[in-house]
């Protein structure tokens, strides 16, 4: 850490590049341009790593995917125009995901702005409504500054994404400046009058359920929700790809309250008479469509817990809104004290059954590949600190109703829907946990939006494992198509490479599974190659979904 007042010079590119080793980066993830070539070149020098990826929305989506793993702003750099519009993508996952990132932009020369001079952008109004603040540094002087205020942004409150511009006139100034402090994140904790309330609260309840979401979770604060939990006797359910904050095998977790939720899980939702909702904002995937919670005033008595005071109100009103950080408030958990009887005791035990029972089926579905038995092979030999990643389509429902998340850290899925965010996520996970195992789920529509990222797994020997689930179809459209249209197929029907041959060709293992059988052996080969793998599955068009074929509902 630099002293107090020192001060340096440089050009603004390399006061960019070390203001974020003062505020503690650790990564950045680019597509070069040569709009930032004076950062580019600072790089070269820098202690922080630096990932070169094929695409600005590949690049932005490893940024988020190393936000939500650290609570640190993920580093992304691209070029203008093109570039950044490229890289939106993986800033509308951010803001959706309430992930800290920082995406720095190259831009124009400030002499030439208002010309519609090459790849010229207007980043405030293309990024205004999607990230927590877009700026331009007009000042190299003002480079440490302004980092560091986009550091606490993106971190404080609700996190979420920021966006600096870089005019090239900017980044070749030379300026000089004082040395900058390693960023200490923002924590805000409820007050004693509110954790006595919620006791209060507590002991008038008939049949409590606690939901937990949203970002900022540590382990510490995990474990004293797990604690708390224990002695509350009280059912755990996790909001929207959100699995990994309570451990799906305790004995009070109740199941995810998601797309395809559990009806038995749906009924305790709306039949409670208090929910403690932490860290969510219970948004349209989690309330079903905004049906689970009457808005604004919910039928049951909610006690909403967020870190960014701007969502207490903002579509429920609580009967307690608690402004804290899941840090925060679960430490304060800790002197809340359980009543001497609890009139809901067995309802944690009775909601987990039903999860087991929910998660434990294992439906047939058309076809020699069946997935029900590709995930019990990995349920059976899949570390517990294994990260499984995916994008968007009904393949994942396979893996958010069928794997049990054990530990924090151990998911990586955008509560966006982005399409094609598993692969790069993936690297990104790899890269931060080297040591662990990282499995990649992607449909063949869902992996081809970002396919050329297994390029940038394969050059920073990144050994992931890519699971291709391929139906030869948008298969979450088409199912949408065929309950609306019947029989009228249009523009969802994909004619795709030998996914196989094409991770071949990049020097990984590969292999195609056509039986589930043959996939448990498939996947120890490409364990043992000591490259990043593609597994290739051939799933039949008619295995939509783990409920229902496709005939059965284009029949209605």
């Avoid at 680019?30 to 590949?58: F, K, M, N, W």
């Avoid at 606690?210 to 797990?226: P, V």
Wanted: some cysteine; charged content about 20%; glycine content about 10%.
């Amino acid at each position: 850490m630099a002293n107090r007042g020192e001060r340096h010079s440089g050009t603004g590119g390399a006061l960019i590049v070390r203001a974020l080793e003062e505020l503690g980066a650790e990564r950045v993830f680019c597509v070069p341009g040569e709009s930032y070539l004076p950062v580019l070149d600072a790089l070269h020098d820098a202690s922080i790593p630096v990932t070169l990826c094929r695409q600005e929305g590949g690049a932005a989506m490893m940024a988020d995917a190393w936000g939500k793993m650290t609570g640190k702003p993920g580093i992304c750099m691209v070029t203008r125009g093109p570039g950044a519009t490229n890289a939106a993508a993986g800033v509308h996952v951010a803001q959706q995901d309430s992930t800290p990132m920082i995406l720095f932009v190259g831009q124009i020369e400030t002499g030439m702005r208002g010309r519609d001079a090459f790849q010229e952008v207007d980043y405030v109004q293309v990024f205004g409504s999607i990230a927590k603040w877009v700026a331009e540094v007009e000042d190299a002087a003002r480079i440490p500054e302004m980092i560091a205020r986009a550091y606490a942004t993106a971190t404080s409150g609700r996190p979420g994404p920021v966006v600096l511009a870089l005019p090239e006139d900017v980044l070749a100034e030379v300026a000089e400046v004082a040395s900058l402090s390693a960023h200490q994140p923002l924590e805000t904790h409820p007050s004693l009058a509110q954790m006595a309330d919620l006791q209060k609260r507590l002991w008038a309840a008939k049949r409590p359920l606690a939901i937990l979401g949203g970002s900022r979770w540590s382990e510490q604060a995990r474990a004293a929700f797990a604690r708390f939990a224990e002695r509350f006797q009280l059912p755990v359910a996790c909001s929207f790809r959100r699995q990994m904050l309570f451990d799906n095998l305790h004995e009070n977790y109740a199941g995810d309250v998601g797309i395809g939720i559990n009806p038995k899980l749906a009924a305790r939702v709306r039949e409670a008479d208090l929910l403690l909702l932490v860290g969510g904002r219970m948004s349209e995937m989690p309330s079903q469509s905004y049906a689970l919670l009457d808005i604004p005033r919910p039928g049951q008595t909610l006690v909403h817990v967020h870190a960014g005071a701007e969502e207490l109100g903002r579509v429920y009103q609580a009967d307690l809104p608690v402004n804290a950080t899941p840090n925060g408030f679960c430490a304060a958990l800790e002197a809340v004290q359980p009543p001497n009887a609890c009139p809901w005791e067995g309802a944690a035990a009775e909601a987990h059954a039903d999860y087991l029972a929910w998660s434990g089926a294992r439906p047939k579905v058309p076809g020699a590949l069946q997935m029900a038995q590709v995930m019990d092979w990995l349920e059976g030999n899949l570390p517990e600190d294994a990260i499984l990643t995916n994008g968007a389509g009904n393949y994942a429902t396979w893996v958010h109703r069928f794997h049990r998340f054990r530990r924090l850290n151990t998911q990586l899925a955008p509560t966006s829907g982005s399409m094609g965010y598993g692969l790069p996520a993936a690297v990104a996970g790899k890269l931060r946990y080297p040591e662990r195992e990282v499995v990649c789920f992607a449909g063949d529509g869902c992996l081809q939006m970002t396919m050329q990222e297994f390029g940038t797994a394969c050059q920073e020997k990144a050994n992931i494992i890519l699971v291709v689930v391929d139906n030869g179809m948008y298969g979450t459209i088409r199912m949408h198509q065929e309950r609306e249209f019947p029989g009228r197929v249009s523009a969802t029907t994909l004619v795709n490479p030998d996914f196989a041959a094409l991770a071949r060709a990049y020097g990984a293992h590969a292999e195609t599974v056509e039986r589930a059988e043959d996939f448990g052996p498939a996947f120890e080969r490409a364990r043992a190659s000591g490259t990043p793998a593609l597994l290739h599955l051939k799933l039949d068009p008619e295995a939509i979904t783990p409920v229902r074929s496709l005939s059965e509902i284009r029949a209605g």
